[in-house]
């Protein structure tokens, strides 16, 4: 059974930094390109980032670019979301999935709240 | 990387018919037939649906159903079931290689 166990969430002050981590089992986690997605209170899921299966191709949403930085460590069967200078608009539930390019998303993650504020 | 237009809200009765319009551009929806749609009850991870316009992944009920069309793609939904509320989301890749979804549709069975 494939699973995705996102951590690291919590709660940061504007102008601050946070890693995410998205910890795979139960696929071959070399397989697939990663993606980020997240959704803020009340709102509609938003693609983030996603990466190719060695990390060599990696694209984000612009709203993210130059802030976030996405990665994987296939050894660990881990992908990871580097934020910095979070802002308030950057609060939400972020999950990770297995992005089956161009079958869709297809395995996701329960997610991991951030949460921005002073 | 405009958001994907998708009706607010929709609803139908138990054993009835439904469609859900996802509008891109000619950059997104219009550009490759690589459309998916996402189930998503609150406080549960989305679901993948549909992916290439029409294709269903294994254990997907065949009463849900995909299409397209210019711009504009749709998710029908056959014979509602009670548990079928829920939001229903469509995504597209685009010509920047990035994704973008739609707004999300809240879907009541009344």
């Known amino acids: 059974e494939v699973q995705l166990v996102e951590s690291g969430g919590g709660l940061v ?3 601050g930094s946070l890693t995410l981590s998205c910890a795979g089992s139960g696929f071959t986690f070399t397989r697939d390109w990663m993606s980020w997605v997240r959704q803020a209170p009340g709102k509609g899921l938003e693609w983030v980032a996603n990466i190719k ?3 060599s ?18 050894a660990k069967n881990s ?11 950057d609060t939400a539930v972020y999950y990770c999935a297995t992005d089956g390019v161009p079958a869709g998303l297809n395995n996701w993650g329960q997610g991991t709240l951030v949460t921005v504020s002073s | 990387q405009s958001a994907l237009t998708q009706p607010a809200s929709v609803s139908g009765s138990p054993g009835q018919s439904i469609t859900i319009s996802c509008t891109g551009t000619s950059s997104d929806v219009g550009s490759y037939n690589l459309v998916s749609w996402y189930q998503h009850h609150p406080g549960k991870a989305p679901k993948l649906l549909i992916y290439a ?3 269903r992944p294994s254990g997907v009920s065949d009463r849900f159903s ?7 793609a ?4 056959s014979g509602l079931q009670a548990e079928d509320e829920a939001h229903y989301y469509c995504s597209s890749y685009t010509t920047s290689r990035t994704q973008v979804f739609g707004g999300g549709t809240k879907l009541t069975v009344l």
Do not use: A, C, H
Not at chain 1, 79 to 89: F, K, V
């Open chain 1, 13 to 15: 002050q504007p102008g």
């Open chain 1, 53 to 55: 299966q060695d990390g």
């Open chain 1, 57 to 74: 191709e990696k694209y984000y949403v612009d709203s993210v670019k130059g802030r976030f930085t996405i990665s994987r460590d296939n």
């Open chain 1, 79 to 89: 992908l990871y979301l580097q934020m910095n200078s979070l802002r308030g608009e």
């Open chain 2, 53 to 55: 316009v029409t294709n």
């Open chain 2, 66 to 72: 995909g299409s397209k069309s210019g711009n504009t």
């Open chain 2, 74 to 77: 749709s998710l029908t939904i």
